[in-house]
């Protein structure tokens, strides 16, 4: 046994450390098409002084560290590519303090956002953004992730007031305060939000709640073309109805929903709605969505109140994702995350279907549609370097033109491996404040290496350290 790995389990309590073949299999990979890749060690934390045990052994010995939730990241974000220890916060699950008058809660990283909703609902509160899959919240805050809630609620970014994070030296600090505005100091809690475990590990979380809206209400808008969709979900949002989640949902998904479940919803560009809020303001937004959407071009339209009904016609939506690649078996997801000013939302979805044609790429257009935000759905073969090749090129040709329209590469999934290449081309010189911000933070370039905005080679070493 070597002996940083020896004092790793001096440090900690018998069970915390695992270098067992299948636990360093579940921390190889997230849930994309990116190369998995073992850590040497994986600890499991309890507290903050646990987490501070590990970095110091960490930096004693240069070992790298990559922080781990539940995994459901999208761009290989918790591949240990110089395996180290992952630490696995799922044991950090408790949530500390609620505080309703306040709209706050502090939990642990490891709590999940159903964990966390589940807990919340006899107060009549919810923690509202919303990624899709059941994610930790500390993963969560680190992606900046957001979902199909952003267009009325913001992203983690808005929605985080303090974090508790230990540094690669093994600091603690606080960033932040439980103040609803403060103009004190620079914004590190913005920092960390969205540093995607190359900045430190987040120990405690204090989130933003907000009451679960009295009457909510659900419909579905099935329209000819896609742009038809996409204008309904633009006049949406410019009305200033109180919308809480608008989705486009292409035809290819729906197809493949219909395959996969024997279904026979309209092969057509769907949108899916939601509404909240007091009953009288919802039954009025729903009417004037419903008379934007026909002007718009709409053929079918169903709205819902009962919550059975309203999970009945979002399923498609919600099952979106998964039952496309169950069209694949043995394919690994590749997602691209463009996010365009609002305008411009029309042509880029246009643009990415003409894309898919010209790269002779087969993929299913899905989008948070009332936040600029969506994504291109394909079935790769990893293994498979022309098809892996196309991929990439039209992922790429995507996000140069979204970049070009003042655009981001990826709205809400993140930068992890998979778009490191594409932060000199969105930050320009901006890019080398953020690596001096990193080099001040973690000179040893310890934390998460290879990752977000280290401009390393395929190796995966780290070229910040050398920079
Ligand atoms: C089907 C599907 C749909 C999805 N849809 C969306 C969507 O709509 N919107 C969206 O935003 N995302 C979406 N995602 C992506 C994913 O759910 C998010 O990236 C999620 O926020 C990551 O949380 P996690 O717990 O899985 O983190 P992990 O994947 O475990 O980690 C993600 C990153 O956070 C870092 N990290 C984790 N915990 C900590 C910590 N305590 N301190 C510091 N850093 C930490 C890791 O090092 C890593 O870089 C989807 C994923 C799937 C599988």
Known sequence: MSDWLRE??????PGQVSVSPSILDLHSHDESYHTPHRPDAVVFPESTDDVVAVMRVSQRYQIPVVPFGVGSSLEGHVVPVRGGITVDTSRMNRILAISPDDFLVQVEPGVTRKQLNAALRSYGLMFPVDPGADAS???????NASGTTTVRYGAMRDNVRAITVVLADGRVIRTGSLAAKSSSGYNLTGLFVGSEGTLGVFTELWLKLVGIPERTL????????????VQTAVGLVGSGVP????????????????????TAYAVKPTLFLEFGGAPQAVREAVELAQSIASDEGCQEWLAVGDEAERNQLWEIRHEAAHTFMR???????????????LSKLPEAIADAEALLTEHGVHGAIIGHVGDGNFHVSLAVQPDDPAELARA?????????????????????????????????LEHGPALDVMQAVKRALDPDGRMNPGKLIDPLDASGGSSLQRA
């Open 392 to 424: 990439n090129a039209f992922n790429a040709a995507l996000v140069a033109r979204a970049v070009a329209v003042g655009g981001t590469c990826t709205g809400e999934h993140g930068v992890g491996l998979g778009k490191r290449k594409y932060q000199a």
């Open 327 to 341: 069209l694949y078996p043995g394919r690994k997801h590749m997602a691209t995350d463009v996010c365009v000013p």
């Open 218 to 229: 659900a419909a579905r808008a099935v329209f000819s073309t896609v742009a038809q969709a």
């Open 137 to 143: 919240l500390g993963g969560m805050a680190a992606t």
């Open 8 to 13: 790793l389990e001096n440090a900690l309590r």
């Open 243 to 262: 919308v809480t989640r608008v989705e486009l949902v292409a035809p290819a998904y729906i197809a493949a929903f219909n395959q996969v479940n024997g």
